[in-house]
């Protein structure tokens, strides 16, 4: 019997049948623009050769109004329609259902496609918190256009063969405007009352209805918008589902408002989340509406999937980033194959993070994800060669995975007792736990496919050319960066390695200087203040974190704002004595200084330790250097950078 009898039994949504509750929800994959394109078809079928049991594909605008990005797909013409029925061919034959979602973001808009500052529609002028956007009021008429332009969108859809159509009301878009009284002050027949704020949504449904008959229609809204001044709270969502669910076949529910930014923390939750997090918002809406509901938000394990399932918490799960991380995962669960599946880690780098940045989304821990047209199917060496792998963090492990996959002899040395580099010391940082699963994840792989694996085994060039293979892959890292700086010696200065691994001690009174603005100086300042420290964060920079994915970024500061932490910006650290730290303010370049001070602690970056690569110039065989030891930078570019290693060897 299956260890998930109800993550993998069929379910009804409307006139559609699942063969399983596995979901990869609408998310906004930048692979399109316009209409679906021969890239994001790959990215879908990958999902769907996986074995998820729907596939909803991302937001598409409804009305020349809600181009708020570029890459945004659009159903506002019939040339949409052959890019849809593409996924619609490429996914079916694999088992999967393909639906579509219809959008418009109302006020939550920045810009055009081409950069220029938009004109934001809304119901009423309520200005957007996290965006600094002041919306025009729609004119009715514009009101009726865009409710046409959802019966048009899913029409189109149809047409092209989809199963289904999703209605986007979550995380405050347009339909969840009018829905809401503090956004919605409207006093016609768009406004005041809830039957009155309802109007829109449920002429939009009809207008879909009508254009898609019987073909299932669903609708995305958040369970609880989390902010206790402007956003919906559970009670009033739960009556919204209720007076909307007679023209409904199911309801997918998230999390989160997209307006402030701490609510735009749930749009995609990272790690420091707790995992499932999402299920009571879910039972509220299935007790609420009686209809199928669809749970996403932090939930990357089939076993966590299974036991919301169980609990009737949900009818369907969401798994989306589980998918981009291990597309396979569905089919992996099914065949129990529990240890072979490559867990998401939450850490939202090269998911939402690239989203964010207008680039095609991929995954740190596979890169191959999103890369389905280069990297989909992995090719055998033409001749298989003895391979060595200096070096056991993340870029030597996927260099080592994929080589090993691909044929070749490969053996991977690592100096450390323990493979990871310096994932050992991210996952020591309170609410990065996670992070050390990406080591855990790539030597599973490598082993599996082959690879040997020596840890506590230094590498020297002489070793190098005593073993002679005929390529070497070098991933030695990086180590701190540590200039000169005035009073080290007088001072008690630290390297934030050294706090992370135990080896020194810091005292009472605490200055974070830090250079990178990444998770480093912002989880130590939580950790040492969690500790007992008096803690100030100093900046070479405008904002802490301001290096990391903004909702990561966000999650973490509110953290650090409830510990009372002081964070002060623009300061490049000059030097320190024995109960002082001196800064320069990098804008006006005023002396600064921090008095009753006993520790310094120094987060200044990363220099690659390249010692190895300059030692093997000159040798017989292939020497590559990959990931810090060329320039110091994250997980991300390592394991892409180990991908391309094992590809081109």
């Not at 918008?225 to 919906?232: F, K, R, S, V, Y």
């Not at 090719?379 to 080589?403: D, H, I, N």
Request: aromatic share 6%; proline share 5%; net charge negative.
């Amino acid at each position: 019997m299956s260890r998930f009898p109800y993550l993998f039994s069929e379910i009804a949504l409307g006139s559609t049948v699942l063969k399983n509750r596995i979901v990869s929800t609408g998310h906004h994959t930048h692979h399109a623009h316009g209409a679906p394109s021969d890239r994001l078809v790959a990215y879908q079928e990958a999902r769907a050769r996986g074995g998820a049991g729907l596939i909803v594909i991302e937001v598409a605008a409804v009305h020349e109004s809600a181009q708020f990005s570029a890459n945004l797909l659009q159903v506002t013409a019939p040339d949409c329609i052959p890019g849809y029925a593409k996924v619609v061919a490429a996914c079916r034959p694999h088992g999967a259902r393909v639906f579509g979602q219809l959008f418009h973001p109302g006020r939550e808009i920045q810009s055009t496609a081409d950069g220029m500052m938009a004109v934001a529609y809304a119901p009423s002028a309520v200005p957007n918190e996290r965006f600094h956007i002041m919306p025009r009021p729609m004119p009715e008429s514009m009101i009726e256009e865009v409710i046409a332009g959802f019966g048009r969108g899913a029409g189109y859809l149809a047409e092209a063969g989809l199963d289904g159509v999703e209605i986007v009301a979550s995380h405050s878009y347009l339909p969840a405007q009018f829905l809401n009284p503090r956004l919605n002050q409207r006093t016609d027949r768009w406004g005041g009352s809830f039957e009155n704020r309802l109007r829109f949504l449920k002429e939009a449904i009809a207008a879909a209805r009508k254009a898609i008959g019987d073909r299932t229609l669903g609708m995305r809204i958040s369970g609880d918008e989390i902010d206790p001044a402007q956003g919906l709270d559970a009670d009033e969502v739960a009556a919204i589902c209720a007076g909307l669910a007679p023209g409904l076949d199911y309801v997918s529910v998230v999390a989160g408002m997209s307006s402030t930014l701490g609510s735009s923390v749930h749009v995609v939750p990272p790690m420091g989340i707790a995992a499932g997090y999402i299920a009571p918002y879910a039972r509220r809406v299935r007790e609420a509406t009686g209809l199928p509901v669809i749970a996403t938000g932090r939930i990357n394990q089939p076993q966590i999937a299974e036991a919301m399932l169980a609990a009737g918490d949900a009818d369907l799960c969401g798994m989306t980033r589980a998918m981009i991380c291990d597309p396979e995962m569905p089919r992996k669960a099914a065949q129990g194959r529990l240890d072979d599946i490559r867990a998401c880690i939450g850490c939202n780098q090269a998911c939402i993070g690239h989203s964010h940045k207008g680039v095609p989304i991929s995954c740190i821990q596979y890169p191959e994800s999103g890369r389905e047209q280069q990297y989909g199917a992995l090719v055998p060496a033409t001749r298989p060669r003895s391979v060595l792998v200096v070096g056991g963090g993340p870029a030597g492990l996927k260099a080592a995975a994929v080589a090993a996959a691909r044929g070749h002899d490969v053996t991977l040395m690592e100096k450390a007792p323990h493979l990871g580099g310096q994932t050992l010391l991210a996952q020591k940082l309170p609410g990065r736990e996670e992070f050390g699963g990406i080591v855990q994840n790539l030597e599973h792989e490598a082993r599996k496919a082959g690879a040997i694996i020596r840890t506590g085994t230094g590498v020297d060039a002489a070793m190098v050319r005593n073993l002679a293979p005929e390529t070497v892959v070098v991933a030695t890292g990086a180590r701190p960066f540590a200039p000169e700086l005035e009073g080290r010696d007088e001072a008690h200065m630290v390297e934030a390695w050294d706090v992370l691994a135990g080896r020194v001690n810091v005292g009472a009174s605490v200055v974070i200087a830090d250079w990178r603005c990444d998770w480093i100086g912002i989880g130590l300042a939580e950790m040492l203040a969690s500790a007992g420290s008096r803690v100030i964060l100093c900046l070479n920079g405008a904002m802490a974190g301001e290096t990391l994915q903004l909702y990561v970024r966000n999650h973490y500061l509110g953290r650090l704002h409830k510990l009372g932490v002081p964070v002060r910006t623009h300061l490049r650290l000059f030097g320190a004595d024995a109960d002082s730290a001196f800064f320069q303010d990098t804008l006006t370049g005023d002396a600064v200084v921090i008095d009753e001070v006993d520790t310094v602690v120094t987060a200044l970056g990363h220099v690659g330790d390249d010692d190895l690569l300059h030692a093997l110039a000159g040798y017989d065989g292939e020497v590559r250097g990959i990931g810090d030891c060329i320039v110091a930078r994250s997980a991300e570019e390592a394991v892409y950078e180990g991908l391309l290693a094992g590809w081109e060897i």
